[in-house]
C-alpha cells in the first residue's frame, strides 16, 4: 500500500511540473463579444421610497445576456451611480450567477441613494449599469446606462442614545472640544452606563456630549458625584484630575449622577500589531479584517472614521488571526459583562464611526454616519 501511494504521489508531482508557467502563458484568453445591456424596467421611471417599505421588492431589472468567445460561467453585478457619473465609486445593488435579472428591495435602493450623496425627499437621477466578468476577470459594462429617478427616504437607522467624549490634558484630545476625542464606551443593557479603561497622562479632565461645543458637560462634584453643565450659560463644573500618569478605568452613572475612577494594572497586557473588524456585515465578510486604526496616545485604543456596514454580524480580532478575537450581543456598544461576549454582534446596515479597546473588548460604533 504504502508503494502505491508513494507511486500516486510520484505521477501527481510530474503532472504539476509539467503545467510550465510557459503552459499557463500560453493558454488563450477568453475574449468579450457582446457586453449584457438592460432592457427593463423602461428608462426614466421614477420611485418613491417609503421606509414602511424597506423590505418589499421595489424593482426587478432585466438584461441581455453577454457573450464571451467560449462556453463559459458568467457572474453579472447590478451597480448604480450618479446621473452622468464614470461608475469609478458605483454602488453594487446586487449581483447573480449567471441569471439576467435580479430583484432589489426599497432598502437596498434607498441605501445605495444615501451613499451616493442624494438628498432626502428630493426626486435625484441615477444611471443604472450591469458589469459581466468571469470569475472576477474579463469584464464587461454595458455601453448605454439605464436612468431612474428616485425620491429617498433618510434612511438613518434608529440611535436613541448619548455619546460622551473626554477633554482634558489628561486625554489624546488635550483641551480642544473637536479634536478626534476618545468617547466613553456604554453599556449594551443600561444606556445610562459609561465606562473607559486606559492610559492617562497626569492631569484634568471633563467630558462632553457635542463634539465642538463645551456643553452638554459632566465635571466633577463631591463625594463621587457628577455634576452637569446643561448649557454654556451654566456654571463652569470642576475636573477629574489624575495625579500620576498611567492606567485607569472611569465609570459614569448619567442617572445616578456617580463616578469611579480606579487605577488598572495593563502590566500584562497584550500589544498587538493589528486590530480590526471582520464578519458579513464588513467589506471583506468572512474572509479578512478591515483594519482599525491605532491610536497613537494608547497603544491599546483603536478606530475607523468610516465604514459602512451591512446587515449582518461582526466581531473584532487582532493580527488577522483567530487565536485572539472579540465578540459581543449588543447592537451598537458593550464593555464587559455588559454586551461584550464570545458571540457575534449584530449590525444594522449604515455608515458608522468605530472605537474599539483591546484591554477588555469593550467597542463603540456610531451609525449614520455622513
Known amino acids: ?34 457586453t449584457p445591456e438592460l432592457v427593463a424596467p423602461e428608462n426614466d421611471k421614477s420611485y418613491v421610497l417609503l421606509e414602511e417599505n424597506a423590505e418589499d421588492v421595489i ?43 435580479i430583484e432589489v428591495t426599497v432598502k437596498t435602493l434607498n441605501q445605495a441613494v444615501i451613499q451616493l450623496g442624494g438628498t432626502p425627499d428630493q426626486l435625484g437621477s441615477y444611471d443604472v449599469k450591469v458589469v459581466s466578468s468571469l470569475a472576477g476577470i474579463e ?34 484630545s488635550g483641551w480642544n472640544n473637536n479634536n478626534k476625542n476618545q468617547p466613553l464606551f456604554r453599556s449594551g443593557t443600561n444606556p445610562s452606563l459609561y465606562q473607559f479603561t486606559g492610559f492617562f497622562k497626569a492631569g484634568a479632565f471633563k467630558l462632553i456630549s457635542t463634539l465642538g461645543q463645551w456643553a452638554p458637560m459632566y465635571g466633577k462634584g463631591d463625594n463621587g458625584a ?38 488598572y494594572n495593563a502590566a500584562a497586557a497584550k500589544t498587538f500589531t493589528t486590530v480590526g473588524i471582520i464578519g ?6 468572512w474572509d479578512a479584517s478591515t483594519a482599525l486604526t491605532q491610536s497613537t496616545f494608547n497603544s491599546h485604543v483603536w478606530s475607523l472614521n468610516l465604514l459602512p456596514l451591512n446587515d449582518g454580524k461582526a466581531k473584532f480580532r487582532a493580527n488577522n488571526a483567530w487565536d485572539v478575537s472579540w465578540g459581543g450581543n449588543t ?40
Do not use: H
Not at 501511494?5 to 475574449?31: W, Y
Not at 463652569?236 to 445616578?256: H, K, L, R
Open 331 to 370: 447592537a451598537f456598544s458593550g464593555f464587559p459583562n455588559n454586551g461584550t461576549s464570545g458571540g457575534d454582534l449584530p449590525v444594522a446596515k449604515s455608515k458608522y464611526k468605530i472605537y474599539f479597546n483591546d484591554l477588555d473588548g469593550s467597542y463603540l460604533m456610531i451609525p449614520n454616519q455622513g
Open 226 to 263: 457628577i455634576v452637569a453643565r446643561p448649557t454654556e450659560a451654566d456654571p463652569d463644573p470642576a475636573s477629574f484630575t489624575i495625579a500620576t500618569e498611567g492606567y485607569y478605568t472611569f465609570t459614569m452613572n448619567t442617572e445616578t449622577l456617580k463616578y469611579t475612577l480606579v487605577t
Open 1 to 34: 500500500m504504502k508503494n502505491i501511494t508513494k507511486s500516486v504521489i510520484a505521477l501527481f508531482a510530474v503532472l504539476t511540473l509539467s503545467c510550465s508557467v510557459e503552459d499557463v502563458e500560453d493558454r488563450p484568453v477568453i475574449q468579450g463579444v457582446d
Open 280 to 285: 458579513d456585515s464588513t467589506p471583506l465578510k
Open 59 to 101: 424593482e426587478r431589472f432585466v438584461w441581455t445576456k453577454a457573450t464571451y468567445a467560449g462556453n463559459v460561467e458568467i457572474g453579472y453585478k447590478l451597480l448604480m451611480d450618479v446621473k452622468g457619473g464614470n461608475f469609478t465609486k458605483a454602488i453594487e445593488l446586487g449581483g447573480t450567477s449567471g441569471a439576467t435579472q
Open 139 to 172: 469584464k464587461m459594462m454595458s455601453k448605454t446606462p439605464l436612468t431612474i429617478l428616485v425620491n429617498a427616504y433618510t434612511g438613518l437607522i434608529p440611535y436613541a442614545f448619548k455619546d460622551w467624549y473626554f477633554v482634558g490634558d489628561a486625554t489624546a
